[in-house]
Each structure stands twice: as C-alpha cells, then as structure tokens.
C-alpha cells in the first residue's frame, strides 16, 4: 500500500481548485457586493429593500443548504446544468456578495459625506464625485475586512468537498480512503490551509500599506 | 448699478425640516465684487442659505439666479452652475486620499476637462497665491488645519468660479491659525473677488465686508454695512449677540 507522502503532490493539487473556489467567489462576490454597498448607502427605499432581502437571505442560510438548493434544485430546475465547481463558485460568489456589501456599505460611510458634497460643489455628477473620490478612498478603507472576508472563504470553500469538487478535503479524503490512515493526511490538509489563510492575509496586509495614504489615520 | 452687476439673486427663499421652519423668506442679492457678510445666532439658518443658494439643498420655495440664469429652475444643470460657484466648508472636506496639488487640480481635470499638466499648472499658481506651493506635495493629514483651509480656498478658486461662498470658514480651526485664514480672504476682497462669507469674525467683516445680514429664526432681520450694523443695530437681539462675540473674542481693534 503506497504511504501517505506518496500522494502528497495529488493532495496539494488541490490547492489549484481551492483558488479557483476562492478566487471565483471573492471576485463574484466584489461584482454584487459593492454596487450592493453602494446601493444601501445612496439608493432609495426601492432598491434597499431588495438588497435587504438578498442579504438576509444568503446570510441566514447555512453553505452547504445552499450549495444542494442550488446544485440539485435551482439550477436543474431552471434548466441550468452547471459543473460542481462552477455551481460551487457561484455559491460562493453569491454568499460572499451578502458580506461584501456590508463591508462596502462600512466603508462607504467611513468616508463621510463630506467628501462627496465637496465634489459636488465643484460641479462633478454624483457619479463622477463617488467614482473619483468616495471609491478611491472606501476601496482603501474595506482592504482590511475583504483580507478577513479572504479567510473567511477559503476555509468555507472546503465544504465544497460535498459537491464532489477537486479541492484539498476532496482529495484528503480520497487519500485517507488509499491508505487507511486519517491521522497524517488530515493534518497535512490543515497545515496546507494555515499556510494559505496566513500568506493571503500577509499578501493583502502588504497592499493595505502600499496604497495608505500618507499620513493618514482612518477613523474607523 | 444695472442688472448685469448682480452676481447672485436670492428671492424670498424659504426651507423647512419636517415641518420645522428653518428659512423664512430670504432674499438679497451680491453684486460684482462685494464681499457680504452672513452673521447671526447659532441655528439661525445661514448655513442653509448657502446650501440652498448651489441647491446642496433644495429650497421648498423661492427662486436663485446667477448671473442671470435660473438656478432654481429645473431645467437647468446644477452642475454646471456649481462650476461658478466656489465653496469653502467649515470642516474643509479636502479630499483625504489627494496630495494638496491634486485637490485643486481635480475639478479642473475632471469638470473642466483641463489637461493634466495645465491643470496642475493652474493648481500650482493657486497654491502659490494662498503661500503653500512648497506644501503641494502633503496630503490632507500632513498639512495644518489653517493650511488645510487655504488648500481649501485655493481648489474653490481653481475652477475659476464668479463668486465663493465660505460656511464659516475658520470656526473649526484653532485661534493661532485663524489669522492666515484671514489673510487669504482679505487680499481676495480686497482684489474685488465676489464673496457670500457666513462668520462670526467681526473684524474681517468690518475691514473688507460691503454689508452685512444679520439673520434670526430664517429672516434677515437687520442690514447694513458692517461697521454701522455692529455699532447701530435696532434689534435687542443683535445687540446681544454682537456683546456676546466681543466679550468672547475682545474688542476689535
């Protein structure tokens, strides 16, 4: 019977596909999120009520509920036929979408209104004055909770092993089906997932200083 | 004086909060190179007249011209009329992630659709005219709040406006850094720079103010040229406040 170190490559293999999931769904998630945030910071009661409602929603429901209603009900239901990792991205993507627009809507209001009614007085649109001035600035401010939401994703994204999905857990446990030992290979899979949480949040607290302003102490 | 010399044209504004009068009917008007003081209790609206004067708010009533066009009327583009009015905030709400260079040229660059390096060019003359070109490079937080003030004035003057409102403009900054403020805005009276300044500094008012409005509850209750208005009000009320600002600041020299 091969031993455990044997298959390691296979098992860190899946790191590929867990990027992929966190990746997918982080940027999924940007795309609804912050013109989410932005909505329930400058929108009118007709579009935050239905933005209301999808937070409520996705944040209520557990992952796994959600990656089976989509994958066995919504998607076959509507005539979809998504592959697990595509419906898992999207899952994913759609969930991180509910918190990612809380941390925009945070950071939104962070920048205070000030600053969008000083552009306004310079004669920008109101697009113009939030495309120019409060984006910049809230995009800044949100660095610190999207690192978190990174964290937050990449350990959720091994709930996906229940869709069948190629990542780190899918493939430990294939291993610990190979070699009948569980002890090594689970503990692998956790080292492989502290070392990604602490190198993304390392990566992401570099740009957080990179693009500071200088001098600059946000009030949070 | 004719029509032509009338910068800005209030008429009987009026503005409410849920169901709270806050403007009662004010008009007035600022000619060509007048600096006017607004000045009046604390909650007495002034604030609100300059919000409602560049429709920051809009009035529930009343009609606004600038230099002849309509602000108040709806088809006009707000936008474009905010290009002609500059504005001073108490707080200065420069923009925080901009060097001090690049909160002047913004509006040149992004309203105006001034190229970048003649944008930064006009930006570095205002600078120099409020005494902070060596400073062009700091950010918001590296500068003081005199100095933020003047980076203030300089971007409202950038986009070349016919007048510049200042929301009391020094009540947010310590006494030590009033004065340059000050200065700036008393060489730009003095160079016959239109103005419409809410503020409580009695002496900059009696040294370059036309005339000054005392307003109570939303109404301009008294006017008159400074000077005069500080020595001679009618009202118990303005006679109060203005003993109130002297014995706060001393008497004015």
């Known amino acids: 019977m091969a031993t455990v170190w044997e298959y390691l490559p296979y098992m860190l293999g899946g790191v590929i596909w867990t990027f992929g999931l966190v990746g997918g769904g982080l940027a999924l998630g940007f795309g609804i999120g912050l013109p989410m945030g932005m909505g329930q910071v400058y929108g009118g009661k007709a579009t935050k009520a239905p933005i209301h409602a999808y937070i409520w929603f996705f944040r209520s429901v557990p992952l796994l509920v959600l990656l089976f209603l989509f994958y066995w009900g919504i998607f076959p239901a509507s005539g979809f036929k998504l592959d697990p990792l595509a419906c898992s991205i999207v899952v994913l993507g759609l969930r991180s979408g509910a918190y990612q627009s809380q941390i925009f809507r945070g950071s939104v209001e962070c920048v205070g209104d000030g600053q969008l009614m000083a552009a306004r007085t310079l004669g920008m649109s109101k697009f113009k004055g939030i495309y120019h001035i409060v984006l910049p600035q809230a995009l800044r401010i949100a660095i610190p909770g999207w690192a978190n939401e990174y964290a937050i994703m990449l350990k959720d994204s091994a709930i996906c092993f229940a869709l069948g999905v190629l990542e780190i857990l899918t493939r430990t446990r294939y291993v610990v089906m190979a070699t009948m030992e569980s002890l090594l290979p689970y503990l692998i899979a956790g080292v492989v997932f502290i070392i990604l949480t602490y190198g993304g949040t390392k990566i992401i607290n570099v740009i957080y200083e990179r693009t500071k302003v200088s001098g600059l102490i946000w009030r949070m | ?253």
């Open chain 2, 1 to 253: 004086m004719s029509e032509k010399d009338v910068v800005l044209k209030a008429e009987n504004i009026h503005k409410s909060y849920s169901g709270n009068n806050v403007l009662n009917g004010i008009s007035f008007e600022v000619k060509r190179g007048e600096t006017k003081i607004i000045c009046g209790p604390s909650g007495s609206g002034k604030s609100t007249v300059l919000r409602c004067l560049n429709l920051l708010t809009r009035p529930d009533e009343g009609h606004v011209w600038l230099e002849g066009t309509e602000v108040t009327s709806a088809s006009t583009d707000i936008n474009k009329i905010r290009q002609k009015i500059g504005f001073v905030f108490q707080e200065f709400n420069l923009f925080n992630h901009f060097n001090a260079l690049r909160n002047v040229s913004i509006g040149l660059e992004k309203v105006k659709g001034v190229k970048k390096d003649e944008a930064k060019k006009i930006a570095l003359e205002q600078l120099a005219r409020v005494g902070l070109q060596e400073h062009a490079h700091k950010y918001p937080a590296e500068l003081s709040g005199g100095q933020k003030q003047r980076v203030a004035i300089a971007r409202a003057r950038a986009i070349n406006p016919v007048i510049i409102f200042y929301d009391e403009p020094t009540s947010a900054l310590d006494p030590q850094l009033i004065g340059e403020v000050l200065e700036v805005m008393k060489g730009l009276a003095k160079e016959r720079v239109t103005s419409l300044v809410v503020t409580h500094e009695m002496g900059f008012a009696q040294s370059v103010g036309d005339e000054m409005l005392f307003m109570v509850d939303g109404r301009i209750v008294e006017r008159g040229p400074p000077q005069e208005l500080i020595m001679r009000c009618k009202y118990d009320v303005t006679k109060k406040f203005f003993e109130s600002i002297q014995e706060l600041y001393g008497r004015e020299k």
